[in-house]
């Protein structure tokens, strides 16, 4: 059997942007490379945040910014590369910031409460590349499976973000 996959959409945030993307890495266990590395957290204090950043057994969809709770966030796109997390705006950049420097995300958060000022506070940019926001987990590895538009048997796989 052979499969065709015609396109692939990872999102560097947790539910709220995805990206077309040409090629990624995809690693056993954990999918594909930087997909769901970063999320907001929302409604909870720093100290809760940091515990969800490092224990996805503690994390709950509602302890994050979604484009369910937070439509006004469905205009925003970001990409990730080079450790660089951007915002954009259609096609304009907002805001480039180094993934991993504390600073800058604090800098990210509060250029996104500024345009959308409508968003509970605290706010709180999470990173995790070993167990990234996916919404399902199994106890002893991180997992995604979103639904394929068409089956494995089909010759044509229009969406798949993972192999497990």
């Given amino acids: 059997m052979s499969v065709l996959?015609?396109?692939?959409?990872?999102s560097p945030v947790k539910s709220l942007s995805f990206?077309?993307?040409?090629?990624?890495?995809?690693?056993?266990d954990l999918g594909i490379v930087n997909d769901r590395?970063?999320?907001f957290s929302r409604i909870i204090d720093l100290k809760k945040a940091l515990i969800l950043e490092k224990n996805p057994s503690e994390r709950k969809l509602?302890?994050?910014?979604?484009?369910k709770n937070s439509p006004v966030l469905n205009k925003y796109n970001f990409e990730y590369k080079n450790n660089e997390l951007i915002l954009k705006l259609g096609d304009k950049e907002l805001l480039s910031i180094i993934a991993d420097d504390p600073e800058q995300k604090s800098i990210l958060v509060n250029k996104i409460l500024e345009l959308e000022n409508s968003l509970t506070k605290p706010i709180f940019?999470?990173?995790?590349?070993?167990?990234?926001f996916f919404d399902t987990s199994d106890s002893n590895k991180v997992?995604?499976?979103?639904?394929?538009?068409?089956?494995y048997n089909s010759p044509k796989v229009s969406w798949i973000t993972d192999i497990v």
């Avoid at 509602?62 to 484009?67: D, G, K, P, Q, V």
């Avoid at 940019?125 to 990234?132: C, E, N, R």
């Avoid at 997992?143 to 089956?151: A, G, L, M, V």
């Fill in 19 to 28: 990206t077309n993307i040409k090629s990624c890495i995809i690693k056993k």
């Fill in 143 to 151: 997992f995604n499976s979103k639904p394929i538009t068409e089956s």
């Fill in 62 to 67: 509602n302890n994050f910014l979604t484009l």
């Fill in 125 to 132: 940019l999470l990173q995790s590349d070993t167990a990234p």
């Fill in 5 to 10: 996959i015609s396109s692939i959409y990872f």
């Fill in 37 to 39: 590395s970063f999320a």
